[in-house]
């Protein structure tokens, strides 16, 4: 039977899932099958890696489909949900490349499932239009980029950066998106559950942004075991079409800019203006409630590290070298003492840093970008240092909020990650030594 | 404590399933945080192959090595190209079959000799795993067992775990030739 949108109301086409659940504890109603075979939520620790870890999450957060294609460093997300996804009771499709990947996982997040796609530079490139049409048509999917070095092909098996401004403007148009950033194994699971979750709420295509070093690192962490209970968000950001046909009713789906009823407004200046603002400042309005920072020894610092994924974690090493906190490769005071006297205070700061006050703000939200969270946690701090693996992109979102810092970019490219040393000698070479 | 532990090898021979393993063993069986990294080429064998386990009691911030405090090398390229950056009073093992040098301060273990005797060549990352378990502090036998009875089908775990006793059994002899007991406690003494 096919709904005619513009007849039934919204009451009338909505499932009412808080009635079935009342008949169920009523005894009027059996429970589904999937509900009954539902195993409690607990936790245990495991060494996984990131890409396994992405794998397993997603199956938790709920998702039922995945479509991909393989591609190094991203592949073992793929090699995993290819057995867990039918274990799950989902489908799993390898497809015969990317922008088919993106395309049906929108398909099939239409059909009512949970979906999400995984790939690496390359991949990601073939699937921006795709992108765009999840936007434009608000459709929640989760798309994973295990950054490799580019450009085209590129470094298959090295690390990097340099998707930071495609995440944000890969596809044509004005569009928001949430991009998630994630530096360890632990946080490449918590953030693909956040990522669902997020997608759900804004209704939009969410991106975890994470690179080779933590798809391929292992480490201990917690998961759950057992199956989630998947609630819908209780706010929600749709703004068209009005139906939720995610809930079973048919509507429209159009890539042309659309009303509420997904009738075509593309030749409307004025409609097709108040789109364009909705679908971007559901996004832009909502910051408060998406972005995350975490900050590290930020409260007296005078000079800050700004950083975003694995490499938060070398820079979170050097504040701890900096400000002294047990380390076994810390320089034993004797040490600092013997050259004190022998080479003088000024030589001795060039090569011990425990006198420089260093923070470090991880920013696990990179878009949309964490303004307001990042001016205040910079404000009394002169000098901002912006390590990251590409030729110095993010910095320049650093630079135009914190105008009036002296914001270093720290790029480094060919598919290494900065050392804790390399970003302790630079700053001190920004800071200096006293004269 | 910290110890920097890093594998150098050829694509192929098991450097990283070796890493693994070991980190698995710290990590689950013996309850230490890990971080375990890997760099490697596009070539599935043949290309130079490193691995790198951290080992650490506190919060694991920076996951890769600079300096390793154990260094393994599987084969000649591996040693070459990582033996400079080990640690001063650091601990290195090296497949005496496959690798030539004359620092007397070495551990060896003839790991692809082992394997071939037993006739499983494929066996000699995890001779050499055994070899290391036997001379690495904080870390036991059957912690790491466990995790290779858990990681291989039924039908080669066998051998694997027979390689393993070999590689450990080789390494206890080897120590009460040269008169040490736990050589590597002295990496844990100095980062206390």
Redesign the interface.
């Known amino acids: 039977m096919v709904y005619n949108v513009n007849l039934l109301t919204r009451t009338q086409l909505q499932i009412q899932p808080n009635n079935y659940l009342k008949k169920v504890r009523q005894g009027t109603e059996v429970p589904r099958r999937e509900d009954m075979d539902k195993k409690p939520d607990s936790r245990s ?3 996984l890696q990131g890409n396994e870890a992405c794998a397993r999450a997603a199956v938790y957060a709920g998702c039922r489909f995945f479509a991909g294609y393989p591609i ?1 460093p991203s592949t073992e997300i793929i090699e995993l949900l290819s057995s867990e996804m039918q274990k799950a009771g989902g489908a799993f499709i390898q497809m015969e490349d990317e922008i088919g990947s993106a395309c049906a996982i929108i398909g099939a997040r239409w059909g009512g499932s949970r979906a999400m796609t995984a790939t690496s530079g390359p991949g990601y490139t073939l699937m921006q239009e795709a992108i765009g049409f999840a936007a434009v048509t608000e459709t929640p999917i989760v798309i994973v980029n295990v950054q490799r070095g580019g450009p085209s092909t590129g470094q ?3 690390s990097s950066q340099q998707d930071i401004y495609q995440a944000r403007y890969g596809s044509h148009g004005d569009y928001g998106i949430i991009v998630l950033s994630p530096s360890s194994v632990q946080e490449m699971y918590d953030f693909t559950i956040k990522a669902f979750d997020l997608a759900e709420q804004f209704r939009t295509p969410v991106i975890l942004l994470a690179d080779e ?1 933590v798809g ?5 962490i917690t998961v759950h075991t057992g199956d989630r209970n998947i609630k819908r968000p209780k706010q929600r950001f749709a703004v068209s079409p009005s139906v939720d046909f995610f809930n079973g009713a048919n509507s429209l789906v159009e890539g042309q800019l659309h009303d509420d009823m997904g009738r075509r407004i593309g030749h409307l200046p004025n409609k097709s203006g108040e789109f364009i603002e909705k679908i971007n400042r559901k996004i832009s309005d909502n910051v408060g409630m998406i972005a995350d920072i975490t900050t590290y020894c930020m409260e007296d610092a005078d000079a800050a590290i700004v950083a975003y994924g ?1 490499v938060a ?2 820079a ?2 050097a504040v ?1 070298r900096a400000r002294g906190i ?4 810390i320089l034993p005071k004797f040490r600092v003492v013997r050259d004190l006297v022998k080479r003088g205070v000024k030589e001795t700061m060039k090569t011990d840093y425990s006198h420089l006050k260093v923070g470090l703000i991880k920013i696990n939200t990179v878009w949309p970008f964490p303004e307001d969270l990042l001016r205040q946690a910079a404000e009394n701090v002169h000098t901002v240092i912006v390590p990251e693996m590409n030729v110095g992109k993010y910095c320049r979102e650093v630079e135009r909020v914190l105008w009036d810092k002296n914001v270093v970019p720290m790029p480094k490219c060919g598919g290494n ?1 900065h ?3 390399e970003i302790l000698e630079k700053i001190l070479e920004e800071e200096g030594v006293d004269e | ?2 110890i920097n532990i890093r594998f150098a090898g050829a694509g192929g021979q098991g450097v990283i399933l070796a890493s ?1 393993l070991l ?2 063993g710290y ?2 069986g013996e309850n230490y ?10 070539e599935a064998r043949g290309g130079a192959c490193k691995a790198e386990v951290v080992v650490s009691d ?1 919060e ?5 090595v ?1 300096t390793a405090d154990v260094f393994i090398a599987l084969n000649q390229v591996g040693y070459d190209k990582y033996a400079d950056e080990v640690s001063k009073d650091g601990l290195v093992l090296i497949n005496s079959t496959l690798v030539e040098t004359d620092n007397p301060d070495h551990y060896r273990i003839p790991a692809t000799e082992i394997a071939e005797e037993m006739g499983k060549p494929f066996v000699i990352n995890i001779v050499t795993l055994g070899a290391l378990t036997r001379l690495l502090p904080k870390v036991h036998a059957p912690a790491i067992e466990a995790e290779i009875q858990k990681n291989f089908a039924a039908s080669i775990a066998g051998p694997n775990l027979d390689a393993f006793e070999k590689g450990y059994a080789y390494m206890s002899q080897l120590l009460i030739e040269r008169k040490e007991t736990q050589p590597a406690m002295r990496l844990v003494k ?2 206390a």
């Open positions: 620790e495991v060494v190094t298959p098996t090295l070093v391929h690192m292992r480490e201990k694995s974690r070398p979170l090493n701890k047990k380390d076994d490769r990650i050392t804790p040393k | 404590m910290r693994v980190a698995k990590g689950l945080n890990i971080a375990q990294t890997q760099s490697y080429g596009p506190e694991i911030d920076y996951m890769k600079d100095k980062s």
